[in-house]
């Protein structure tokens, strides 16, 4: 062990006393940070091209709620993935499937059909924090998509009868209410039922003017519920969600480090010296990939303790973040041992190690989120480290994930972790004086 | 100390190093010397163990190849490039170095081999700031530092000034006279002439010949030129194994104005055994 721990410690100092490597490791994710910090408290984004994936529950199952749900899942902003309960469709926001869970309640189509009495179709929709932007548009399309039952409602006849039958019972049962009106109602009601009979058949008869005619009036009441952290209510601002990105371009900055530090090693002939002392290959390797492993670490904490005491971050789950900190920095040391192993000289380490890095980390979500990405890229980003390293540190400061829910993504980095051990071990055996 | 028996290794169709063997005594300085491309390095790192020859033996003080920790303690290296962190101070060097030898002592250890190489009072500068015969002087007092009884010194003195160069053959010299035993790789013909008890002469992997430097000379130098100056005459050369009788006959015959006697070197050796054609 003794070894390895001198050999790590050396690394350290290293890239502490090389200014350029230690402000990209560790200052430049913070800046980077900041930055999208401040990008996203102002903005928060402005959506993609492709379509939104929202998840609806439909506790209702009527005809109305049905309708509804067809309706949305028609429109071409939104694609809509149906959940089996409201804990499916939670997770899948939790998760980061989709931007938003639509709830339509078991009264939804009761609500819907005492819209002239007091009722009103109730929607729930649970948002993920992180797609603020693409949550307010949601509200938006679904107030259009509930005027748009309303409008199918006048035009039928079966419907609105059910619909005006409804209103008249509720009046003539309010004691309270004065007979004078209660007439001005139902000669109202007959017209009404008047005009259904007249325009049935053509559902845009008075569609365009529905939205200035009925001002101030809505058919449904929506709650809209940022869903976060089951311990801490969300992201407490824009850098929460910042933050995990520039984790990741402070991994990205370990990974570098190290790995065209061994590749200078190897280059300058401190390796030579290395193999010719009475340690084992292994002990080099292991002492490298500890340095960077505390290199890791130590940039994950710097960013969040920064994030904590200046930006007012807070971590929802210390333990989970210790858990998806501790398997971040082992899926990239695993990630560094891999490039070191393949890329033998400084310049490769340094041009095409970081090409690649760059590309992962693209494609990753480290430098534009994810949701902004195609889909097919969105897909493929499965492949990134980097995606699954900001997801687990999302999970565990923000979205409140449990264990089981961030397992994937740890197993993902812990999968990256031992590809690159034996991979890169492997070639760095090959090329490595014996 | 260190026998080669029959070594051979290959790369691909190059013959680097050619049933090669030999033995450095103990407490001996060996020169190992050859024109580019002769296969010293090949045949220095396989008695360090860094490449598996395809066949015949090492043994280092009668305990096999340098492939095992215990073994490889016997072994101190100074390599050509220099080996060294530059962002460290020279102790914090050493302190790396000795942590991976396990040296309990490792302070005092660095302390008394950069005195030894005369760098105590720049130990707490950092390597980058050092000229590049200091860094040199570090880089020997690196291999020195587990206190290793055999030594191999790669060209040890490559790129540095005569002051340095002159510190650094004092030294090995010194450490030499402690009973230590080197193996010394140069170019420089007067540096090995100078600090070699033996020399071997490689060239295309096989070793040439092996011995002391006069032992060489007397096998390949060949004769002695004599060089008479007459006044206005041009010089005349003789060449002879009897240079004194060339004197006495030239002085005799009068109206000399100058004698020089031009004795075959290490230099004359190594051409004449190496040729004279371009390696590079």
């Known amino acids: ?434 | 100390m260190l026998r080669l028996t029959n070594l051979a290794k290959s790369f691909g169709g190059l013959k680097a190093v050619d049933d090669l063997s030999l033995e450095v005594r103990r407490g001996e300085v060996f020169g190992l010397l050859g024109p580019n491309g002769a296969g010293k390095s090949t045949t220095i790192n396989m008695a360090m163990g860094l490449v598996t020859p395809d066949h015949g033996t090492i043994a280092l003080d009668g305990l096999g190849a340098p492939t095992t920790p215990a073994v490889r303690r016997l072994l101190g290296f100074a390599p050509q490039a220099l080996a060294l962190y530059d962002q460290l101070t020279a102790e914090e060097n050493l302190m790396f170095f000795a942590s991976l030898y396990g040296l309990a002592n490792g302070r005092d250890r660095a302390r008394d081999v950069l005195d030894l190489v005369g760098l105590l009072p720049r130990a707490k500068v950092r390597v980058h700031g050092y000229s590049g015969g200091m860094q040199r002087r570090l880089n020997l007092a690196v291999a020195l530092l587990h206190d290793p009884p055999l030594l191999l010194l790669d060209e040890p003195t490559a790129g540095v000034d005569p002051q340095s160069r002159n510190s650094i053959l004092e030294l090995v010299k010194d450490l030499a006279s402690k009973g230590r035993t080197i193996v010394y790789t140069t170019h420089y013909m007067e540096e090995a002439a100078r600090l070699c008890d033996r020399i071997g002469i490689m060239d295309r992997g096989k070793l040439l010949d092996i011995g002391s430097v006069s032992e060489l000379i007397a096998r390949h130098g060949g004769d002695t030129v004599v060089v008479v100056e007459r006044g206005a005459e041009a010089e005349r050369r003789v060449t002879t194994s009897d240079p004194l009788r060339e004197i006495t006959q030239a002085l005799s015959a009068g109206d000399v104005s100058g004698v020089r006697v031009e004795r075959p070197g290490l230099e004359t050796v190594f051409l004449a055994l190496t040729g004279r054609s371009l390696r590079d």
Not at chain 1, 164 to 182: Q, Y
Not at chain 1, 318 to 342: K, R
Not at chain 1, 401 to 429: C, D, E, N, R
Request: aromatic share 10%; net charge neutral; glycine share 10%.
């Open chain 1, 1 to 434: 062990m003794r070894p390895i721990i001198a050999i790590a410690r050396k690394d350290l100092k290293l890239l502490f006393r090389d200014w350029t490597s230690a402000f990209f490791t560790f200052l430049f994710p913070l800046l980077l940070a900041v930055f999208f910090g401040i990008v996203f408290s102002g903005t928060s984004g402005k959506g993609s091209g492709s379509p939104a994936t929202i998840t609806v529950v439909d506790e209702s199952g009527g005809p109305m709620a049905k309708s509804f749900t067809k309706d949305l899942d028609a429109d071409e902003m939104i694609e809509v993935v149906a959940a089996a309960s409201r804990d499916a469709g939670e997770s899948m926001v939790r998760e980061g499937k989709a931007i938003a869970c639509v709830i339509l309640a078991k009264d939804f189509d009761d609500g819907a059909n005492s819209m002239f009495s007091g009722g009103g179709m109730e929607i729930e929709a649970l948002v993920d924090p992180a797609r603020r932007a693409e949550s307010g548009l949601l509200t938006g399309k679904l107030t259009e998509i509930a005027f748009r039952q309303l409008n199918k409602a006048f035009t039928d006849p079966a419907q609105m009868s059910s619909m005006l039958t409804n209103a008249r019972a509720v009046i003539a049962l309010t004691p309270t209410m004065d007979p004078k009106e209660k007439n001005l109602f139902q000669q109202f009601f007959n017209s009404a039922e008047n005009l259904t009979e007249g325009t049935a058949g053509d559902p845009d008869a008075d569609g365009d003017d529905a939205g200035g005619a009925m001002a101030g009036f809505s058919p449904a009441t929506i709650t809209v519920t940022e869903l976060a952290s089951r311990k801490a209510k969300g992201p407490a601002n824009a850098y929460a969600i910042s933050f995990p990105q520039g984790v990741a371009w402070g991994l990205m900055g370990c990974v570098m480090s190290f790995a065209s530090g061994l590749a200078q090693e190897r280059t300058r002939g401190t390796l030579l010296r290395l193999a010719v002392a009475p340690i084992s290959r292994a002990h080099v390797l292991l002492g490298k990939a500890l340095g960077c492993f505390i290199a890791c670490l130590m940039v994950m904490c710097l960013l969040i303790v920064f994030a904590w005491l200046v930006l007012g971050v807070t971590v929802a789950d210390p333990l989970l973040f210790g858990l998806a900190a501790v398997v971040a920095a082992f899926g990239f040391t695993g990630i560094m041992m891999l490039l070191a192993g393949i890329f033998r000289t400084e310049g490769a380490a340094e041009g095409a190690g970081r090409a690649c890095i760059l590309i992962l980390a693209m494609i990753g979500g480290g430098t534009i989120p994810l949701f902004f990405m195609p889909p097919f890229l969105q897909t493929a980003s499965s492949i990134s480290p980097f995606k699954w390293a900001i997801f687990a540190i999302e999970g565990a400061i923000w979205r409140g994930l449990t264990f089981t829910q961030l397992a994937p993504s740890l197993g993902a980095l812990m999968l990256f972790g031992v590809i690159g051990f034996v991979v890169g071990g492997y070639a760095f055996s090959r090329a490595a004086p014996r």
